[in-house]
Protein backbone atom coordinates (compact mmCIF):
# COMPACT_ATOMS: atom_id res chain seq x y z
CA UNK A 1 0.00 0.00 0.00
CA UNK A 2 1.91 3.26 -0.97
CA UNK A 3 1.94 6.48 1.26
CA UNK A 4 -1.11 8.66 1.87
CA UNK A 5 1.50 11.39 1.90
CA UNK A 6 4.79 11.34 0.28
CA UNK A 7 6.21 14.16 2.19
CA UNK A 8 5.67 14.71 5.93
CA UNK A 9 7.21 16.97 7.84
CA UNK A 10 7.21 16.69 11.74
CA UNK A 11 7.32 20.13 13.77
CA UNK A 12 8.23 18.90 17.11
CA UNK A 13 10.52 15.95 17.38
CA UNK A 14 10.18 14.61 20.39
CA UNK A 15 8.28 11.38 22.25
CA UNK A 16 5.09 12.37 19.91
CA UNK A 17 6.25 13.84 17.02
CA UNK A 18 9.28 11.40 16.94
CA UNK A 19 7.04 8.47 17.37
CA UNK A 20 4.96 9.49 14.57
CA UNK A 21 7.95 9.98 12.62
CA UNK A 22 9.52 6.52 13.19
CA UNK A 23 5.63 5.08 12.89
CA UNK A 24 5.74 6.29 8.99
CA UNK A 25 9.59 4.59 8.54
CA UNK A 26 7.88 1.93 10.04
CA UNK A 27 4.81 1.58 7.47
CA UNK A 28 5.54 3.78 4.70
CA UNK A 29 9.14 3.49 3.34
CA UNK A 30 8.19 5.43 0.63
CA UNK A 31 7.49 8.45 2.90
CA UNK A 32 10.11 11.34 2.89
CA UNK A 33 10.27 12.50 6.41
CA UNK A 34 11.66 15.81 7.36
CA UNK A 35 12.03 17.11 11.11
CA UNK A 36 12.05 20.44 12.76
CA UNK A 37 13.42 21.18 15.91
CA UNK A 38 16.48 22.70 18.07
CA UNK A 39 19.45 21.02 16.00
CA UNK A 40 20.38 18.89 18.69
CA UNK A 41 16.82 17.58 18.94
CA UNK A 42 17.25 16.95 15.17
CA UNK A 43 21.11 15.38 15.72
CA UNK A 44 19.21 12.57 17.78
CA UNK A 45 15.80 12.20 15.72
CA UNK A 46 18.29 11.52 12.52
CA UNK A 47 20.50 9.39 14.52
CA UNK A 48 17.82 7.07 15.67
CA UNK A 49 16.32 7.26 11.98
CA UNK A 50 13.31 8.68 12.93
CA UNK A 51 13.59 11.61 10.19
CA UNK A 52 15.77 11.43 6.85
CA UNK A 53 16.34 15.11 6.86
CA UNK A 54 16.89 18.13 9.83
CA UNK A 55 16.02 21.22 9.24
CA UNK A 56 16.11 23.94 11.78
CA UNK A 57 14.77 26.66 9.56
CA UNK A 58 10.84 26.17 9.18
CA UNK A 59 10.60 27.83 5.48
CA UNK A 60 12.32 25.36 4.10
CA UNK A 61 11.45 22.31 6.42
CA UNK A 62 7.70 23.30 5.08
CA UNK A 63 8.61 23.36 1.47
CA UNK A 64 6.69 20.76 -0.48
CA UNK A 65 5.31 19.09 2.68
CA UNK A 66 2.10 17.46 2.35
CA UNK A 67 1.31 16.29 5.98
CA UNK A 68 2.53 18.86 8.77
CA UNK A 69 2.47 17.57 11.67
CA UNK A 70 2.77 19.81 14.72
CA UNK A 71 3.80 18.02 18.26
CA UNK A 72 4.58 21.40 20.63
CA UNK A 73 3.42 22.45 23.74
CA UNK A 74 0.26 23.50 23.48
CA UNK A 75 1.82 27.56 23.85
CA UNK A 76 4.40 27.29 21.34
CA UNK A 77 1.44 25.37 18.76
CA UNK A 78 -0.38 28.24 19.00
CA UNK A 79 2.56 31.12 18.88
CA UNK A 80 3.51 28.73 15.83
CA UNK A 81 0.55 28.57 14.17
CA UNK A 82 0.13 32.09 11.74
CA UNK A 83 3.85 31.35 10.59
CA UNK A 84 2.96 27.51 9.35
CA UNK A 85 -0.04 28.95 7.70
CA UNK A 86 1.78 31.57 5.90
CA UNK A 87 4.66 28.88 5.07
CA UNK A 88 2.28 25.84 4.47
CA UNK A 89 1.79 24.69 0.69
CA UNK A 90 -1.48 25.41 -0.73
CA UNK A 91 -2.51 21.78 -0.38
CA UNK A 92 -1.25 20.30 2.74
CA UNK A 93 -2.82 19.24 6.00
CA UNK A 94 -1.70 20.79 8.98
CA UNK A 95 -2.52 18.76 11.83
CA UNK A 96 -1.18 19.28 15.90
CA UNK A 97 -1.08 16.88 18.61
CA UNK A 98 -1.60 18.80 21.10
CA UNK A 99 -3.54 17.79 24.71
CA UNK A 100 -6.27 20.65 24.22
CA UNK A 101 -8.00 21.94 21.70
CA UNK A 102 -10.56 24.80 22.32
CA UNK A 103 -7.46 27.17 22.49
CA UNK A 104 -5.82 26.01 19.62
CA UNK A 105 -8.54 25.08 17.36
CA UNK A 106 -9.26 28.98 17.80
CA UNK A 107 -6.33 30.42 16.97
CA UNK A 108 -6.16 27.69 13.43
CA UNK A 109 -9.75 28.65 13.05
CA UNK A 110 -8.05 32.76 12.86
CA UNK A 111 -4.63 31.45 11.35
CA UNK A 112 -6.18 29.39 8.31
CA UNK A 113 -8.92 31.58 7.69
CA UNK A 114 -7.36 32.97 4.02
CA UNK A 115 -4.89 29.84 3.59
CA UNK A 116 -5.47 26.87 1.07
CA UNK A 117 -4.18 24.39 3.58
CA UNK A 118 -6.28 22.86 5.65
CA UNK A 119 -6.12 22.46 9.42
CA UNK A 120 -7.00 19.33 11.55
CA UNK A 121 -6.74 19.45 15.33
CA UNK A 122 -5.87 16.23 16.53
CA UNK A 123 -4.86 14.46 20.05
CA UNK A 124 -3.60 11.51 19.94
CA UNK A 125 -4.34 9.41 23.36
CA UNK A 126 -0.90 7.59 23.98
CA UNK A 127 2.34 8.60 25.98
CA UNK A 128 4.74 8.03 28.47
CA UNK A 129 5.56 9.40 31.67
CA UNK A 130 8.84 10.51 30.16
CA UNK A 131 9.27 13.05 26.91
CA UNK A 132 12.13 13.52 24.15
CA UNK A 133 12.94 11.52 20.99
CA UNK A 134 14.90 8.78 22.87
CA UNK A 135 11.61 7.40 24.67
CA UNK A 136 9.69 7.60 21.13
CA UNK A 137 8.43 4.40 19.70
CA UNK A 138 6.64 3.26 16.13
CA UNK A 139 4.13 1.54 18.34
CA UNK A 140 3.21 4.15 20.72
CA UNK A 141 -0.35 4.31 18.85
CA UNK A 142 -1.32 0.87 19.03
CA UNK A 143 -4.51 0.42 20.38
CA UNK A 144 -4.90 3.86 21.37
CA UNK A 145 -7.68 6.14 20.68
CA UNK A 146 -6.94 9.23 18.34
CA UNK A 147 -8.93 12.38 18.94
CA UNK A 148 -10.02 14.34 15.95
CA UNK A 149 -11.42 17.59 15.41
CA UNK A 150 -13.97 18.51 12.80
CA UNK A 151 -15.86 21.50 11.68
CA UNK A 152 -18.72 19.39 13.34
CA UNK A 153 -19.12 15.99 14.83
CA UNK A 154 -21.69 14.62 12.39
CA UNK A 155 -20.13 11.90 10.13
CA UNK A 156 -21.13 14.37 6.54
CA UNK A 157 -19.19 17.21 7.13
CA UNK A 158 -17.25 18.64 4.86
CA UNK A 159 -14.12 18.38 6.83
CA UNK A 160 -13.90 14.61 7.31
CA UNK A 161 -14.87 13.93 3.47
CA UNK A 162 -12.02 16.29 2.33
CA UNK A 163 -9.42 13.74 0.61
CA UNK A 164 -6.31 15.43 2.81
CA UNK A 165 -8.83 14.34 5.97
CA UNK A 166 -9.31 10.90 4.70
CA UNK A 167 -6.04 10.14 3.55
CA UNK A 168 -4.42 10.86 7.47
CA UNK A 169 -7.35 8.51 8.52
CA UNK A 170 -5.93 5.97 6.57
CA UNK A 171 -2.82 6.93 7.46
CA UNK A 172 -3.43 6.27 11.54
CA UNK A 173 -5.82 3.65 11.11
CA UNK A 174 -2.41 1.87 9.66
CA UNK A 175 -0.38 2.95 13.07
CA UNK A 176 -3.05 0.80 14.83
CA UNK A 177 -5.34 3.82 16.38
CA UNK A 178 -8.74 4.36 16.52
CA UNK A 179 -10.00 7.61 14.78
CA UNK A 180 -12.86 9.09 17.10
CA UNK A 181 -14.37 12.65 15.81
CA UNK A 182 -15.68 15.22 18.30
CA UNK A 183 -15.94 18.74 19.09
CA UNK A 184 -13.30 20.67 20.67
CA UNK A 185 -14.89 21.55 23.64
CA UNK A 186 -16.18 17.93 24.34
CA UNK A 187 -12.51 16.95 23.62
CA UNK A 188 -11.62 19.43 27.14
CA UNK A 189 -14.14 18.19 28.66
CA UNK A 190 -13.52 14.60 28.77
CA UNK A 191 -9.25 15.17 28.79
CA UNK A 192 -10.13 16.69 32.07
CA UNK A 193 -11.65 13.44 33.34
CA UNK A 194 -9.72 11.00 31.69
CA UNK A 195 -6.28 12.76 31.20
CA UNK A 196 -5.09 15.71 33.16
CA UNK A 197 -7.11 15.07 36.31
CA UNK A 198 -5.13 11.37 36.96
CA UNK A 199 -1.95 13.41 36.38
CA UNK A 200 -2.78 16.05 39.32
CA UNK A 201 -4.23 13.43 41.35
CA UNK A 202 -1.01 10.97 40.64
CA UNK A 203 1.47 14.97 41.43
CA UNK A 204 -0.77 15.20 44.93
CA UNK A 205 -0.45 11.79 46.13
CA UNK A 206 3.57 12.21 45.41
CA UNK A 207 3.19 15.22 47.54
CA UNK A 208 1.29 13.49 50.73
CA UNK A 209 4.03 10.24 50.42
CA UNK A 210 6.46 12.79 50.31
CA UNK A 211 5.55 14.66 53.31
CA UNK A 212 4.49 11.17 54.92
CA UNK A 213 8.43 10.10 54.84
CA UNK A 214 10.49 10.22 58.24
CA UNK A 215 13.82 10.44 58.88
CA UNK A 216 14.29 6.47 58.81
CA UNK A 217 12.32 6.61 55.11
CA UNK A 218 9.30 4.61 55.83
CA UNK A 219 6.72 4.64 55.05
CA UNK A 220 8.61 5.17 51.62
CA UNK A 221 10.73 2.19 51.91
CA UNK A 222 7.86 -0.63 52.31
CA UNK A 223 7.10 1.11 49.04
CA UNK A 224 6.35 -1.87 46.08
CA UNK A 225 4.72 -1.93 42.65
CA UNK A 226 1.36 -0.94 43.56
CA UNK A 227 2.53 2.92 44.81
CA UNK A 228 4.84 2.90 41.66
CA UNK A 229 2.45 2.08 39.17
CA UNK A 230 -0.51 4.50 41.03
CA UNK A 231 2.63 7.31 40.84
CA UNK A 232 3.71 6.68 37.18
CA UNK A 233 2.18 10.21 36.05
CA UNK A 234 4.17 11.84 38.60
CA UNK A 235 7.37 11.35 36.62
CA UNK A 236 6.18 13.13 33.73
CA UNK A 237 7.34 17.04 34.03
CA UNK A 238 5.79 20.02 34.93
CA UNK A 239 6.80 21.94 31.71
CA UNK A 240 4.76 19.10 29.45
CA UNK A 241 1.68 19.67 31.39
CA UNK A 242 1.97 23.90 32.33
CA UNK A 243 0.08 24.82 29.00
CA UNK A 244 -2.28 21.90 29.07
CA UNK A 245 -3.67 22.81 32.96
CA UNK A 246 -3.58 26.50 31.87
CA UNK A 247 -6.00 25.93 28.22
CA UNK A 248 -8.01 23.77 30.41
CA UNK A 249 -8.61 24.94 34.49
CA UNK A 250 -12.08 25.47 33.93
CA UNK A 251 -12.99 21.98 33.41
CA UNK A 252 -10.18 21.23 35.49
CA UNK A 253 -11.26 22.83 38.29
CA UNK A 254 -14.99 21.32 38.19
CA UNK A 255 -13.39 17.70 37.91
CA UNK A 256 -11.18 18.87 41.13
CA UNK A 257 -14.61 19.63 43.10
CA UNK A 258 -16.05 16.52 42.04
CA UNK A 259 -12.73 14.77 43.05
CA UNK A 260 -12.77 16.50 46.76
CA UNK A 261 -16.57 15.48 46.95
CA UNK A 262 -15.56 11.81 46.10
CA UNK A 263 -12.81 12.01 48.79
CA UNK A 264 -14.81 13.63 51.41
CA UNK A 265 -17.39 10.60 50.85
CA UNK A 266 -14.90 7.71 51.04
CA UNK A 267 -13.84 9.59 54.18
CA UNK A 268 -17.24 9.75 55.56
CA UNK A 269 -17.72 5.80 54.47
CA UNK A 270 -14.49 3.96 55.79
CA UNK A 271 -16.03 2.90 58.91
CA UNK A 272 -19.40 1.35 57.20
CA UNK A 273 -20.76 -0.48 54.41
CA UNK A 274 -20.87 2.02 52.34
CA UNK A 275 -17.25 2.03 51.16
CA UNK A 276 -17.78 -1.58 50.00
CA UNK A 277 -20.60 -0.41 47.10
CA UNK A 278 -17.63 2.43 46.20
CA UNK A 279 -15.12 -0.48 45.92
CA UNK A 280 -17.51 -2.55 44.05
CA UNK A 281 -18.46 -0.06 41.54
CA UNK A 282 -15.13 1.26 41.54
CA UNK A 283 -14.03 -2.39 40.35
CA UNK A 284 -16.62 -2.55 37.90
CA UNK A 285 -15.29 0.16 36.29
CA UNK A 286 -12.00 -0.94 35.78
CA UNK A 287 -12.59 -3.99 34.12
CA UNK A 288 -14.96 -1.96 31.71
CA UNK A 289 -11.55 -0.24 31.25
CA UNK A 290 -9.43 -3.04 31.22
CA UNK A 291 -11.56 -4.79 28.46
CA UNK A 292 -11.79 -1.88 26.15
CA UNK A 293 -9.95 -1.76 22.77
Known sequence: MGAPFRRVTIVGTGLIGGSFALALRKYYSSCYVIGWDKPDVLIDAYGLRAIEEGDPNLPSALESAELIYMALPVGHCIELLPEIARLAPPNALVTDACSTKRAVCAAAAESFRDSSALF??????????????????????????YALIGDSAGENSSMQNDPRVLAFLRLIKRFGAEPLWLDAAAHDRAAAVISHLPQLLSVALAGVVRNRTDETGLPLTLAGRGLRDTLRLAGSPYSVWRDIILTNSDNLERVLDQMIQALEQVRSDLRTRALEEEFSAAGELYRVLRDMR
Request: proline share 8%; net charge positive; no cysteine.
Open 120 to 145: LGGHPMAGKEISGIHAATPNLFSLSK
